[in-house]
């Protein structure tokens, strides 16, 4: 229903990696979330408050900035990219040191090579005393995941979410990744993004974490979003602060919807509220003849 048009090469513009950690249960995808960014979000922030808005951006030591999905586990990557969003640039495979390759690790590199997105592994729990990285990278050759320490070209990097250790150097090998990826934007036009999360909240009404594809969106913006439209009537980063806008790989909290959109709704910005509500009604209705004709059969 919405026409994008190409953006033209002159007008695109570096934007940062999007990154999802995968792995198997209890290798440490939470952890690692929460060690980097509590390493590099709150530095120097007033009382290092940050909100979970479903993804976070952190600047390396190098100066990339680097956009993490908070959602760690493989049903929000494959969710998402059953409807069509596919947000994930590179993928983080989590294995670790002191066990072995898993079934949710190999569902990971399946979904991974299905997606065709880049992985580096991080081996971690390095810091406990049974780690046995070697075996992790021997395991790893049976599912053809041929790290560079087994001379393939899989970037490896040994961390610890605990002690922090290779942290560092695990956003370095992500920012590597990223500059050979050559992802590139366009922020000069009308903004188009995908829900990251949505929920109707108490005091806010619904809200929505937006990761923001192309674009810029901006305050005071109309958009459609699945079958929901609205206004942005506030931008909030990972930080819980108030910006008036968010560019490519950013992701906002968004207010000023008229309901709750899914996960993996596409956000388009619209130039008029009747364009908006025309589609969004449109879906909506779309959506239930479906659902009749599913409950006919
Ligand atoms: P997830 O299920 O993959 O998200 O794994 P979690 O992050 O919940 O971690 C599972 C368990 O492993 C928790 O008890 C963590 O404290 C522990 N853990 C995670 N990373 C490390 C690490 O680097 N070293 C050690 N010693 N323990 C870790």
Redesign the pocket.
Known sequence: VIKVEEDKPQDLKPRPPVITIM??????????L?AIRSAKVTEGEAGGITQHIGAYQVATEGGAVLTFLDT??HAAFTSMRSRGAQVTDIVVL?V?ADDAVMPQTVEAINHAKAAGVPMIVAI?????PAANPDKVRTDLLQHEVIVEKMSGDVQDVE?????GQGLDNLLEAIALQAEILELKANPDRAAQGAVIEAQLDVGRGPVATVLVENGTLKQGNIFVVGEQWGKVRALINSKGERVKEAGPSVPVEVLGLNGTPEAGDVLNVTETEAQAREIAEYRANAAKEKRAAAGAA
């Open positions: 792995g198997h249960v209890d290798h440490g995808k939470t952890s690692l929460d760690p586990g989590v670790a971690n729990k390095i810091d406990k961390v610890s979410a605990v002690s």
